[in-house]
C-alpha cells in the first residue's frame, strides 16, 4: 500500500466519522489541512470573551493560543509556564465557566463518540457541560473503527504517550504498556464518552486529514 493510499483510507474512515458525528447532532466537519482550523475557529473566537484550553498537544501546535492572545481574549491555560498549583487550580476552575474551550480527543469513532481520559478531571468537565461552545480539534490518526476500538486505543496509543510526553511516574510511561496501574500520578482516572451532542452545549467537531497528536 502506497502513502496515496493510506491517506485516501484514513481520509475515509475520517470522513465516516463526520457523517456519523453530524448524525449525533455535533457540528462536525472535516478539514484537508490543520491550517484550515484557525480560520475556522475565528467566529468563534470573536463572539468569545473567555476562552480555555484542555491539555492539548494537538491544539497547542495549531497555535490557537496565541491568535487567541492576539484578538485580546482572556485565556484560561494552565500550561503557561511559570504559574503556581494555586493558580493552576484557579485556571482550571475558570475552564469549567469560560465561553468556549478548545479540547483535542484521545479518540473519536466511526460509529459517532468522542471519547476522552483525564487524570484531573478539568477537560473531561468542561467538555460536557460549562462552556457556551467547545471545539475538538482531532487529527485523521485519531479515529478508530468503533467505541470499543476508541476505548482501546486509549489504553494502548493515546495514554501511554501522553505518560510519557508529561514525564509523570506510572508503568505505561516506561514500558509503554497500561497495567491499569494505581500509581498516584495516574493520568486515565476519568473517561468520558459523548455519545451525542450534550443538551446545553454547543459541540464543534474538526477532523483533520492530518496525523496530529497521539
Ligand atoms: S492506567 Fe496507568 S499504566 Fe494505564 S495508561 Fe493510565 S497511567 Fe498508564
Same mark, same amino acid.
Given at each position: 500500500?502506497?502513502? @496515496?493510499?493510506? $491517506?485516501?483510507?484514513?481520509? *475515509? =474512515?475520517? *470522513? &465516516?466519522?463526520?457523517?456519523?458525528?453530524?448524525?449525533?447532532? +455535533? @457540528?462536525?466537519?472535516?478539514?484537508?489541512?490543520?491550517?484550515?482550523?484557525?480560520?475556522?475557529?475565528?467566529? !468563534?473566537?470573536?463572539?468569545?470573551?473567555?476562552?480555555? !484550553?484542555?491539555?492539548?498537544?494537538?491544539? =497547542? %501546535?495549531?497555535?490557537? #493560543?496565541?491568535?487567541?492572545?492576539?484578538?485580546?481574549?482572556?485565556?484560561?491555560? #494552565? #500550561?503557561? /509556564?511559570?504559574? $503556581?498549583?494555586?493558580? $493552576?487550580?484557579?485556571? &482550571?476552575?475558570? *475552564? *469549567?465557566?469560560?465561553?468556549? +474551550? +478548545?479540547?483535542?480527543?484521545?479518540?473519536? %469513532?466511526?460509529?459517532?463518540?468522542?471519547?476522552?481520559?483525564?487524570?484531573?478531571?478539568?477537560?473531561?468537565?468542561?467538555?460536557?457541560?460549562? /462552556? %457556551?461552545?467547545?471545539?475538538?480539534?482531532?487529527?485523521?490518526?485519531?479515529?478508530?473503527?468503533?467505541?470499543?476500538?476508541?476505548? &482501546?486505543?486509549? =489504553?494502548?496509543?493515546?495514554?501511554?504517550? &501522553?505518560?510519557?510526553?508529561?514525564?509523570?511516574?506510572? /508503568?505505561?510511561?516506561?514500558?509503554?504498556?497500561?497495567? @491499569?496501574?494505581?500509581?498516584?500520578? =495516574?493520568?486515565?482516572?476519568? $473517561?468520558?464518552?459523548?455519545?451525542?451532542? /450534550?443538551?446545553?452545549?454547543?459541540?464543534?467537531?474538526?477532523?483533520?486529514?492530518? %496525523?496530529?497528536?497521539?
Amino acid at each position: 500500500m502506497t502513502g @496515496d493510499e493510506k $491517506t485516501w483510507l484514513l481520509a *475515509q =474512515r475520517a *470522513q &465516516r466519522c463526520v457523517d456519523r458525528l453530524s448524525k449525533h447532532r +455535533f @457540528d462536525a466537519h472535516y478539514l484537508e489541512t490543520a491550517e484550515e482550523v484557525a480560520e475556522r475557529v475565528r467566529p !468563534f473566537l470573536e463572539e468569545a470573551t473567555t476562552v480555555g !484550553f484542555g491539555g492539548s498537544d494537538t491544539v =497547542r %501546535s495549531l497555535g490557537l #493560543h496565541t491568535l487567541a492572545e492576539e484578538m485580546g481574549k482572556e485565556l484560561f491555560d #494552565h #500550561h503557561r /509556564p511559570g504559574l $503556581t498549583y494555586d493558580e $493552576t487550580l484557579a485556571i &482550571r476552575k475558570g *475552564q *469549567q465557566g469560560c465561553d468556549l +474551550f +478548545f479540547t483535542s480527543a484521545n479518540a473519536l %469513532s466511526e460509529t459517532g463518540e468522542i471519547v476522552n481520559m483525564d487524570g484531573i478531571g478539568n477537560r473531561t468537565s468542561a467538555m460536557g457541560f460549562g /462552556p %457556551s461552545r467547545v471545539v475538538v480539534v482531532a487529527g485523521y490518526n485519531k479515529v478508530a473503527s468503533d467505541l470499543h476500538a476508541a476505548l &482501546r486505543r486509549i =489504553r494502548e496509543v493515546a495514554g501511554p504517550l &501522553r505518560a510519557k510526553s508529561l514525564g509523570v511516574d506510572t /508503568p505505561c510511561a516506561i514500558t509503554g504498556v497500561c497495567s @491499569d496501574c494505581n500509581a498516584p500520578m =495516574r493520568i486515565c482516572n476519568i $473517561t468520558t464518552i459523548l455519545h451525542r451532542k /450534550p443538551m446545553l452545549t454547543e459541540v464543534t467537531v474538526l477532523v483533520v486529514g492530518e %496525523s496530529l497528536g497521539y
